[in-house]
């Protein structure tokens, strides 16, 4: 069965990095776009960032120029390099297959405060 694990997630303060991994079976991973979606306390999910089969990356505009996602398709994983954090990337973050609200994992928390 389809499964996603995300790890790397923890405590950082603000100007910090973090980078996120998203383990993947149960499903060809190079034949998906994959994402990276996040929720905040008391929010909705937010899109967060997606690459393409093709290895298009999108961001969204409140992490562009700091977030770079990427994938190893010899690994099955996803990445999320996650540079100058700042208090408002607070939320738990999730890896999702094919799209925003496709199959997920747990996800792994990720909070920035001084």
């Known amino acids: 069965q389809v499964q996603l694990v995300e790890s790397g997630g923890g405590l950082v303060q603000p100007g910090g990095s973090l980078r996120l991994s998203c383990t993947t079976s149960?499903?060809?991973?190079?034949?998906?776009?994959m994402y990276w979606v996040r929720q905040a306390p008391g929010k909705g999910l937010e899109w967060v960032s997606n690459?393409?089969?093709?290895?298009?990356?999108y961001y969204s505009d409140s992490v562009k120029g700091r977030f770079t996602v990427s994938r190893d398709n010899a690994k099955d994983t996803l990445y999320l390099q996650m540079d100058n954090l700042k208090p408002d990337d607070t939320a738990i973050y999730y890896c999702a297959k094919g799209s925003p609200g496709g199959p997920r994992g747990p996800g792994t928390q990720v909070s920035v405060s001084a």
């Open positions: 690459i393409s089969v093709m290895q298009n990356k």
């Open positions: 149960g499903f060809t991973f190079s034949a998906y776009s």
